[in-house]
């Protein structure tokens, strides 16, 4: 969860502090977002995350605020005490495991939308992407069913894990701006 999350906030600070605005309205992989919105949605997810590895309620998403990298370091700091593991999340009704695995596949995936939306290299953590791969194999019927997952996009069964993690949740690995 770390590394993957940490990989993903640095990618996000080079985008809102180098690139600059106008990179923001660039299309993503993730159609429903542009650079902006993605940007905006990772902000939430942390936040999101945050209160349920209290046990807090779910969040609403609020406006773009530029701030990803900072939530996500209280999430890592709310996640790096064991009791964030156990139990059921109250808000959720979900495993409290099943919540970090969901925010890890967040990480994970939408780095790699964001490095390809402005065309820079994004190589995930092996480790990360194994577990990702793992556990959406598991939970994909239920993520497609919650609007989570697009339909699955066809790769070789020999690619790399990574291009079959972003095939199983409806990613083209070959997608380009």
Sequence with gaps: ?????????????TVVRTMGQERLGDPTPCAEFDVRGLINHLEW???????????????????YA???????????A????????????????????????????????????????VGVPYEPD???VERALSFTGQMVEMGRKRGAFGPPVAVPDDAPPFDRLLGVIGRDPAWKP
């Design 126 to 128: 092996a480790e990360a």
């Design 1 to 13: 969860m770390r590394r993957a999350t940490e990989r993903t906030a640095a990618l996000v600070r």
């Design 78 to 117: 709310v996640w790096a005490r064991p009791e964030a593991w156990q139990g059921t999340s109250p808000a959720m009704g979900l495993p409290m495991t099943t919540l970090a695995h969901m925010f890890l596949v967040d990480m994970v995936v939408h780095g790699w939308d964001l490095a390809r939306a």
């Design 66 to 76: 530029g701030d990803f990298p900072e939530r996500a370091e209280r999430t890592l």
């Design 45 to 63: 997810v942390a936040e999101l995350f945050e209160s349920l590895g209290e046990g807090g309620p779910r969040v609403e998403q609020g406006p």
